[in-house]
T-cell receptor
Framework: DAKTTQPTSMDCAEGRAANLPCNHSTISGNEYVYWYRQIHSQGPQYIIHGLKNNETNEMASLIITEDRKSSTLILPHATLRDTAVYYC????????????FGPGTRLSVLP | NAGVTQTPKFQVLKTGQSMTLQCAQDMNHNSMYWYRQDPGMGLRLIYYSASEGTTDKGEVPNGYNVSRLNKREFSLRLESAAPSQTSVYFCAGEQIGATEAFFGQGTRLTVV
């Protein structure tokens, strides 16, 4: 499975957009990009996923570059409750056994 | 719906003791997973069950056994606990065709 590279930590001001980058230069054509987050040692929570096109849901937007070698998760108006570790994962769709959780990005939303 | 429920939430074991971590889901998941998470690290897959009656090893299976008792329940057993198994354990479930996996709240295990 492709590996991902994320910054160790990021800060964001409350109310501003948080842009979390992820590099996945070895992603295969049939692998999706998934984002999960983990708030204070709770179980990870699904945020969004995509294959090629940009995606948006009620939580976030996912921007995938045309060559699919990198992506950005966007939280449009970050709140204090968005403080968490964010994991970028690439995997064949619906094959959770292939999920590789790296250390992720620790996002701190500051008041 | 309770979702994915893990019991117990906390446990302290002595080295060499055995115990079973329980996981139950009421979301009709076909696949279920057990992960462990050590401090400052991401989750690592221990075992998974792609469907009722099947189990397979993940990245770090040594020292563990699992049972997919039925579609709802997937248990993780430590036969002889070691301090290296001190970790937070997460169970997860996933339905075929779904877009996301659902995780339990974790079991914090300390082996002394």
């Amino acid at each position: 499975d492709a590996k991902t590279t994320q910054p160790t930590s990021m800060d964001c001001a409350e109310g501003r957009a948080a842009n979390l980058p992820c590099n996945h230069s070895t992603i295969s054509g049939n692998e999706y990009v998934y984002w999960y987050r983990q708030i204070h040692s709770q179980g990870p929570q699904y945020i969004i996923h995509g294959l090629k096109n940009n995606e948006t849901n009620e939580m976030a937007s996912l921007i995938i570059t045309e060559d699919r070698k990198s992506s950005t998760l966007i939280l449009p108006h970050a709140t204090l409750r968005d403080t968490a570790v964010y994991y970028c994962i690439v995997s064949i769709h619906n094959y959770g056994q292939n999920f590789v959780f790296g250390p992720g990005t620790r996002l701190s939303v500051l008041p | 719906n309770a979702g994915v429920t893990q019991t117990p939430k906390f446990q302290v074991l002595k080295t060499g003791q055995s115990m079973t971590l329980q996981c139950a889901q009421d979301m009709n998941h076909n696949s279920m997973y057990w992960y462990r998470q050590d401090p400052g690290m991401g989750l690592r897959l221990i075992y998974y069950s792609a469907s009722e009656g099947t189990t397979d090893k993940g990245e770090v299976p040594n020292g563990y056994n699992v049972s997919r008792l039925n579609k709802r329940e997937f248990s993780l057993r430590l036969e002889s606990a070691a301090p290296s198994q001190t970790s937070v354990y997460f169970c997860a479930g996933e339905q075929i065709g779904a877009t996301e996996a659902f995780f339990g709240q974790g079991t914090r295990l300390t082996v002394v």
